[in-house]
């Protein structure tokens, strides 16, 4: 399978700060990448496919870039909706992987 | 609107099976164009898919659960479902059943998810 490592774990941020999120696959797979947002208690929910193609809906201050190995989700102006946990997912190889997760908390 | 909703017991005893069912609205699963997955979600493993099946009945398994889990599809009911044998402890999860879009050629990616559903493997 392929491993997919993120990082922070955890990253502490206020609304109006510019944050990074890195995902790095532990083979190349291209730029067959999803970033998913999930909040307390609900499904997790779809932002970025290709690694840079915004999903239908998701605000344009979210950005994603990379190809095989290493990848990064941005988000310029973090406002209060975007506390939560950000995953990483390939699905260049079955069964699709998952990063750990990056919570993204108020300071 | 897509919505995906989860079905079953919420609680299983260990070696029994584990019997989920997903009803999809505001999509077809006889469409050519989408898979239907099974994902879980625990504190010890994180996101982990489980496997997906095509409108055909085409199946996609993890290998690490490739030999206890099935699929089906039922177009006429426009839902699917899914089977995990001999459960222990370690299958506690919250499932999810989600949709897999083709976005191109030979891709396809998570798009939808269900609200998901808590299994407890317990005696």
């Known amino acids: 399978d392929v491993q997919m490592t993120q990082s922070p774990s955890t990253v502490s941020a206020s609304v109006g700060d510019r944050l990074n999120i890195t995902c790095r696959a532990s083979?190349?797979?291209?730029?067959?990448l999803a970033w998913h947002q999930q909040k307390p208690g609900k499904a997790p929910k779809l932002l970025m496919y290709k690694a840079s193609s915004l999903e239908s809906g998701v605000p344009s201050r979210f950005s994603g870039s990379g190809s095989g190995t290493e990848f990064t989700l941005s988000i310029i102006s973090l406002q209060p909706d975007d506390f939560a946990m950000y995953y990483c997912?390939?699905?260049?190889?079955?069964?699709?992987?998952f990063g750990r997760g990056t919570k993204v908390e108020i300071k | 609107q897509v919505q995906l909703q989860e079905s079953g017991p919420g609680l299983v005893k260990p070696s029994q099976t584990l019997s989920l069912t997903c009803t999809v609205s505001?999509?077809?699963?006889?469409?050519?164009?989408?898979?239907w997955s099974w994902i879980r979600q625990s504190a010890g493993k994180g996101l982990e898919s489980i496997g997906r099946?095509?409108?055909?009945?085409?199946?996609d398994y993890n290998p690490s659960l490739k030999s206890r889990v099935s699929m089906s599809v039922d177009t006429s009911k426009n839902e699917f479902s899914l089977k995990l044998t001999s459960v222990t402890a370690a299958d506690t999860a919250m499932y999810y059943c989600a949709r897999e879009v083709k976005g191109g050629i030979a891709e396809y990616y998570i798009d939808y998810w269900g609200q998901g559903t808590l299994v407890t493997v317990s005696s």
């Open positions: 099946i095509y409108t055909t009945g085409r199946t």
């Open positions: 083979h190349p797979i291209s730029r067959w």
């Open positions: 997912q390939q699905y260049n190889n079955y069964p699709w992987t």
């Open positions: 505001g999509a077809s699963t006889s469409s050519g164009n989408h898979y």
